[in-house]
């Protein structure tokens, strides 16, 4: 009985292990320095680098791949933050534009109810209230359309300042990660001098 508990315990415990090595396996095939997002190829940089105590060594040539991807990413987040700015300004005019039609509707609606209760619209003679629920549904489109403008308006900006938000975010951590591989290499160059010196003295 003990001998059949250990050997269940033991197939367990393979069966967990290698279903950890698999998933392990599958994630680093995942990672591509040429493909996905930046933070895929920054994780497979880190890891395919090769390690040195507490530090990475990096190869030149993944940097400038990361670099170039980075700057591309970087590129279409500009793109899109100006396509987007682009459609703000169309519909902030048109917003004007509604709003200038609306008070000039309104103008006109004014006038009309101080008029005689027969009244002529695009020269058809109908009663005061027909003609004020007519004026006043022209009124009602216009409205909505504003408030359908200003909508996406706002939409737009709230986009417009989360791309900012992005984009200022994306160029910091690719500021603060170059800074620490600078720093990597830097350490890694001391101490090489420091061994080379060392054998030399030797």
Known sequence: ?????????TAFTVL??????????DEEEKLSLNSGTINNQFEFVIRRSNSWQDYKTVKKTWLYALKAHTIDSLKAVHKDLNETQAIVDVQAKEIEDLKINLSSTKTELGDTIV?????????????KPNYSLILWSIVGVLSALL????YKFKNSNSTTKQAKQTLAET??????????ALEREQKVRRQLQDMINEQKKA
């Open 1 to 9: 009985m003990k001998t059949f508990k250990t050997l269940l315990l």
């Open 16 to 25: 967990c292990f290698s279903t950890s090595f698999a998933q392990q396996a």
């Open 115 to 127: 008029e005689k209760d027969s009244m002529k619209l695009f020269g058809i003679p109908m009663t």
């Open 147 to 150: 408030l359908f403008f200003i």
């Open 171 to 180: 160029e910091e951590e690719f500021e603060e990660h170059r800074r620490n």
